[in-house]
């Protein structure tokens, strides 16, 4: 019950109280860049990452705030899991290799 | 007792190994596991597909699916590459401003060589496929390169596949460990997972070789090169190997690299020199 009513104060919160900032917006964009730098220097772009990238940066051109941070924090979420796909092959494609 | 004699002579055979390899050259460990490589790699598909002839394996699906076999024995009837081959032989026989032609630039006037693409020139130190050459011998004559992925440069590779057909592919690796090191990244680009998919080359062309991907029947790895230019009804028209790498790659949802790029053309090369013997059967059609 507690959690119910918890829950109805926080979605009867105004709308600006969800919005991301400018500064996080960027922040969060920045990230982006940085991550999918590293996912590029290891050959390993994910064509989605790279779309999220894109949206964001548009997304900042417009003051669309909310939109870059949340595309901003897919890009930067897939380019973190790409540069750790990399390091994992790596080694692991190895134990492919048809013997 | 006979364990024990056998012991000593062990040993001195071990020793007369070290000294001979102290005073000769260093055994060539490298090349003898890319051979070891392609055997296991043929091997594999021939295991896996008994019944398929190892010279079928140049058609791809068609060599383990009855049924796409037969719908494509009916469209070879009017083979959709025909225009490709006339405008690719055509080209191939136009003389440059210069009044040199693609014919001075490759052994054989460049007629009947596709099986021993791509070489790797230990002059350069870079794997040339028959894509890159024909560019390079048209810049070397004044003339502009040709966009690799479809276009005239199908049209031009559909021509001179088709003069090498039934020929095996006959890829050799020099002993240069520049040319080890290009195979061994091929290699590794071809095993190597990546894109949001996860998947490798080898995911869907050696463990899924035979199988549907969706409405696909994915062609096994050994040969499947053998095939290019293809006309791909997919696509509409003609795409060389160049389409099909960026095309894959796209699929797994990695970003391609741009066509030629050295790792696409060291993956031709490992990829190629592991269907030696498959004969060349360009240009082809594919769903």
């Known amino acids: 019950m507690r959690r119910l009513v918890l829950a109805g104060l926080l979605l009867s919160l105004p709308a600006e109280a969800w919005a991301a900032s400018q500064a996080e917006a960027e922040a969060a964009l920045a990230a982006a860049v940085q991550a999918e730098a590293q996912a590029a220097a290891l050959g390993n772009r994910w064509v989605p990452a790279e779309a999220a990238l894109k949206a964001a940066k548009a997304a900042l051109a417009a003051q669309s705030w909310d939109i870059a941070a949340a595309e901003a924090s897919k890009a930067h979420a897939m380019a973190l899991r790409a540069v750790e796909q990399s390091k994992e092959q790596e080694t692991a494609w190895r134990d492919a290799v048809v013997r | ?287």
């Not at chain 2, 440069?153 to 080890?180: C, H, Q, V």
């Not at chain 2, 091929?186 to 080359?201: A, D, E, H, V």
């Not at chain 2, 095309?247 to 993956?267: F, I, T």
Request: glycine share 8%.
């Open chain 2, 1 to 287: 007792m006979k364990p024990r004699a056998a012991f000593p002579r062990c040993a001195a055979l071990t020793l007369a190994a070290c000294l001979l390899g102290a005073a000769g050259p260093a055994p060539r460990a490298d090349l003898a596991s890319a051979a070891a490589d392609q055997k296991a790699f043929q091997d594999h598909f021939k295991s896996r597909f008994p019944e398929v002839p190892f010279a079928d394996f140049a058609n791809g699906p068609y060599a383990v699916n009855a049924a796409m076999r037969k719908q494509w024995e009916e469209i070879m009837q009017f083979p959709p590459y025909d225009f490709a081959l006339d405008e690719g032989k055509t080209a191939f026989e136009t003389k440059f401003a210069n009044g040199k032609s693609y014919a001075d630039c490759f052994a054989n006037g460049g007629i009947g060589v596709r099986q021993d693409f791509p070489y790797f020139d230990t002059k350069s130190g870079e794997v040339i496929t028959l894509d890159l050459a024909i560019n390079r011998c048209r810049e070397a004559n004044g003339e502009k390169p040709l966009p690799y992925q479809t276009g005239m440069m199908a049209s031009l590779t559909a021509y001179m596949a088709e003069t090498s057909r039934g020929k095996p592919f006959a890829i050799k690796i020099p002993d240069d460990p520049r040319a080890l090191a290009a195979y061994e990244a091929g290699k590794k680009y071809f095993y190597t997972r990546r894109g949001q998919l996860n998947f490798s080359c080898a995911t869907c062309h050696v463990g899924a070789a035979g199988q549907r991907m969706r409405g696909d029947i994915l062609a096994p790895a050994m040969g499947i090169l053998a095939a290019f230019p293809i006309y791909r009804s997919d696509w509409g028209s003609m795409g060389t190997i160049d389409r099909r790498f960026t095309s894959c790659s796209a699929q797994m949802r990695s970003e391609p690299l741009p066509p030629q790029d050295v790792a696409y053309r060291n993956l031709e090369y490992f990829l190629s020199y592991m269907g030696n013997g498959v004969p060349i059967s360009g240009p082809g059609t594919r769903p």
